[in-house]
């Protein structure tokens, strides 16, 4: 297993258009996050899932966005009639949930998003 | 409100040179991550501490935790053009399906040859 997968690395799409991201996490972990981030801040919490089941979502999440982890394996993200204001990098991230102290996160290398 | 606030945000200094970078926050977490991002790639996680007041080398890295757990400090000696990038800090809190990471901004550091 060569760490976490994102495609496509690169997407350009008009306003209003729907866009869709595919994250392959190591195989063994049982959590995967969604961060968004934009140029030269932190990344922002948008949702997490255990195995299959989505635990949290973070009130950035607006009713254009839904991410699925069907069988707990990958997940996506979509984003639905995109605005200008969603073009970002989108981080997927895994974990092997054990350690209640610890629980490192291991980081795809993004899926950059802009909305013309 | 930031709860974990890192400084500075941007720094930019010779080769040689040392610096540290701060991450500071009111709550306590019970352990503390310091990650590295080139730009167009993804966060790589650099070292997690756990104990109050451990230290952790990594080469000309020094990572801090305080004694109290509610700050971290990265302190990187003779510094290289190779360790410019965007480091960031994140706090662990909570247990269970309530933990989280609570992330800093990050800090933007240019390395000039």
């Known amino acids: 297993d060569t760490g976490v997968s994102q495609n496509p690395r690169h997407k350009i799409t008009k306003r209003g258009q729907n866009v869709t991201f595919r994250c392959d996490p190591i195989?063994?972990?049982?959590?995967l996050y969604w961060y968004r981030q934009t140029l030269g801040q932190g990344p922002e919490f948008l949702t997490y899932?255990?195995?299959?089941?989505?635990?949290?979502k973070s009130r950035l999440l607006s009713d254009r966005f839904s991410a699925e982890r069907p069988k707990g394996s990958f997940s996506t993200l979509e984003i639905q009639r995109t605005e200008q204001g969603d073009s970002a990098m989108y981080l997927c991230a895994s974990s092997f949930y054990v350690n209640l102290n610890t629980g490192e996160l291991f980081f795809g290398e993004g899926s950059r998003l802009t909305v013309l | 409100t930031q709860l974990l606030e890192q400084s500075p945000q941007f720094l930019s200094i010779q080769e040689g040179e040392n610096l540290t970078v701060y991450c500071n926050s009111s709550?306590?977490?019970?352990?503390l991550q310091w990650y590295r991002q080139e730009p167009g790639e993804g966060p790589v996680l650099l070292v997690t501490v756990v104990t109050g007041g451990e230290v952790k080398k990594l080469k000309r890295l020094t990572f801090q935790f305080g004694d109290a757990r509610k700050d971290s400090s990265l302190h990187i000696t003779a510094a290289q053009p190779g360790d410019t990038g965007l480091y960031l800090c994140?706090?662990?809190?909570?247990?269970?399906?309530?933990?989280?990471?609570?992330w800093g901004l990050g800090t933007s550091l240019a390395v000039n040859p």
């Open positions: 195989s063994e972990h049982n959590r």
């Open positions: 994140a706090g662990a809190r909570g247990a269970g399906n309530n933990r989280k990471l609570i």
């Open positions: 899932f255990q195995n299959e089941a989505q635990l949290e």
């Open positions: 709550s306590v977490f019970s352990s």
